[in-house]
């Protein structure tokens, strides 16, 4: 097979460094990569939602797997680009059409769809200009605090958790009057503050089964202790230690069955990862978001743990075959540490040397991010640079591990937190 992975972090490291590990892999390309990408295949300059050159590109090379990474080019149709193209339509991509991926584009359409399955979510509303008015009073009987959620995707930034009413309504107001984010908050749903510890599921489905892959949990707040800004995330561990048997049934029977079901029963073309973005309240699985694709840094120990060959997994999900696949886990457990740049998620600088990479061995592998190959040199080319994941006999191991390289590689202004997987540190 001849593949193209779409994107340039941490997590199309682990997915190139994955597909080129199996033997069904012939060429490998990414667009656009890191320097990471181009140990493992061939990077090509070209960004992840520019069709027509995807499309040049995947003809001149015979390409004959399309892998997107992040939500761009799924949320921008890249399924259906391909699907209703004479040319292109022999290519499986590997991800849900444009209209399932709307459960990540578009938080009133994941909300609706999670009502009509009665799949467990905090309860809300949805308003826009012409509903102004009600959002206002509905604003002012809600109980504190009051989640607001710019509908459409903002950068990871539309979500705002009001502390008081008058908060809510000045963040409303602008959402909504101002476009604070565009388009994007034109409808804003309001809802229910859950309170509980969050995690990530995975699952990767042809539209009718279904297969879970390891769960995670991500950091995703700059500053040790979660305090400071929202990040990508900032580090990972997997397995999740409160995610035992019995919660990861209900996880199951509440949120993973009703929602494959439901898109099937809907007719909603969904080939790829669903990512379940849940909060633990009291026992019980509740969801706060759909992503229709990998997480990062999730992908960054889930993939470290996933001993199938993922090209195999993506050839039966193409072929509607995925009931025949077992999934089969590496019981060590995986930690990841993300090395950023001085001032993310703020403004930081870029093109600094990076050195002492260690090579991988089968303890511990460092993926690339924001990174870039220049001559013999490795720089610096985002806010997160580098992930270092290790895997242990425990997560307290696996967390040593990475801290003792994160210590070790340098680069100017390099910035991380001590205390991943603080929860956990006695498991
Ligand atoms: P989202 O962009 O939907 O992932 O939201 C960003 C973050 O806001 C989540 O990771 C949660 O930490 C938080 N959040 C979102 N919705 C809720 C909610 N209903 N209750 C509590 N926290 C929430
Ligand atoms: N780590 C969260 C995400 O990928 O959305």
Redesign the pocket.
Known sequence: MNILLLGSGGREHALALKMSQSPLCGQLFIAPGNAGTAQCGQNVNMGVSEFEKIKAFCLENAVTLVVPGSEEALVNGIYDFFRNDKALQHIPVMGPSQYAAQLEGSKAFAKLFMQRNRIPT?AYQEFNKDNFDAGIDYIKQHSLPI?L?ADGLAA?K??V?AASHEEAITEFTQMIQDAKFGDASKTVVI????TGI?LSVFVITDGRTYKILPEAKDY?RIGEGDKGLNTGGMGAVSPVPFADAAFMKKVEDQVIRPTVEGLAAEKIVYNGFIFF?L?NVEGEPFV??YNCRMGDPETEVVLPRLQNDLLELFTAVSEGQLASQTISVDQRAAATVMLVSKGYPEAYEKNKEISNIPAPTRDQIVFHAGTRQDGDKVLTNGGRVLAITSLATSLQLALAHSAQTAEKISFEGKTYRRDIGYEFRNV
């Not at 809802?191 to 859950?194: S, T, V």
């Open positions: 905090a989640v959620k990871g539309g979500v958790i809802e229910q503050f859950l969050e995703k973005g909060i706060i978001e």
